[in-house]
């Protein structure tokens, strides 16, 4: 029966990934459904593992985009006109990144204070595994994609 589950997640990934990325420009929804289903496969939860787990886990990755989008808009988009900046502005800039950073650091100490009630130490740091082996798993689709010739 285990087998049975493993092959359907696996043939889930293998039609997202070819759906994702027929695609033109792959959105963030996309690309979440192709990270769940591949932490699944990755982390074999439980039923009752699973039900605990994802509400903690999407409530973290939805902070973890706000800081994102944050250091994208605050900080980042200006370092495109640097020359223009005063020294103060670049201080104060500077001065921004480094509370988005601490205030980072405590949503991930919260996170995986959180996530460690639900789901083993293991398969807490198998999670941290996980979610570099699938941005891997991303980079590589997209540099075959593009080696073929494909947008």
């Known amino acids: 029966m285990n ?28 690309i979440r459904t192709l990270k769940v289903a591949y932490l699944t496969e990755q982390l ?5 593992e699973a039900e605990a787990f994802w509400p ?15 250091e994208r808009n605050l900080i980042y988009g200006k ?3 640097m020359e223009t900046l005063s020294d103060q502005e670049v201080n104060s800039m500077l001065e921004d990144l480094i509370i988005l950073e601490d205030e980072k650091n405590k949503v991930n100490k919260q996170f995986l204070k959180d996530i460690r009630k639900v ?8 999670l941290l595994k996980s979610e570099n082996g699938f941005k891997r ?15």
Do not use: C, W
Request: hydrophobic share 30%.
């Open 119 to 126: 789901i083993s130490a293991k398969k807490t740091f198998l």
């Open 137 to 151: 798993h991303l980079l590589k689709q997209y540099r075959q994609k593009k080696a073929n010739g494909q947008r």
């Open 79 to 81: 370092t495109n006109d």
């Open 3 to 30: 087998n049975y589950k493993n092959i359907a997640i696996v043939m889930l990934m293998l039609f997202t990934t070819t759906f994702i990325f027929g695609q033109r420009k792959p959105d963030k929804s996309k």
């Open 56 to 70: 903690i886990y999407n409530t973290y990755q939805d902070k973890m985009d706000a800081f994102r989008n944050k």
């Open 44 to 48: 074999e939860f439980t039923p009752t």
